[in-house]
């Protein structure tokens, strides 16, 4: 069946690096638009960064020059470098796959910037 696993979540300083990983199966993953999304407590979940299959990506304008996604299509996986975190960067982070009309999502980690 199809699954998203996330990884890579924990505790930062603000300034720090986080890498999270989503590990993919169950279906092509090469052909999926995969991003990843955030939600904090008390907002609405947001996209961060989006990658397609062709490889070209988009970012939210809070996260630009400071996180970048990438994708390991040998490894079905999608990653996301996340530099120069600030405490506004904490939430949860959810990993989501999409080709119409299949969507699916990972179970989320917990990134938390704090001092």
């Known amino acids: 069946q199809v699954q998203l696993v996330e990884s890579g979540g924990g505790l930062a300083q603000p300034g720090g690096s986080l890498r999270l990983s989503c590990a993919a199966s169950?279906?092509?993953?090469?052909?999926?638009?995969m991003s990843w999304y955030r939600q904090a407590p008390g907002k609405e979940r947001e996209l961060v960064a989006g990658?397609?299959?062709?490889?070209?990506?988009n970012y939210t304008d809070s996260v630009k020059g400071r996180f970048t996604i990438s994708r390991d299509n040998a490894k079905n996986t999608v990653y996301l470098q996340m530099n120069s975190l600030k405490d506004e960067d904490t939430a949860v982070y959810y990993c989501?796959?999409?080709?119409?009309?299949?969507?699916?999502w990972g179970q989320g980690t917990q990134v938390t910037v704090s001092s």
């Open positions: 169950g279906f092509t993953f090469s052909r999926y638009r």
């Open positions: 990658i397609a299959s062709t490889g070209i990506t």
């Open positions: 989501n796959a999409v080709r119409f009309p299949a969507i699916y």
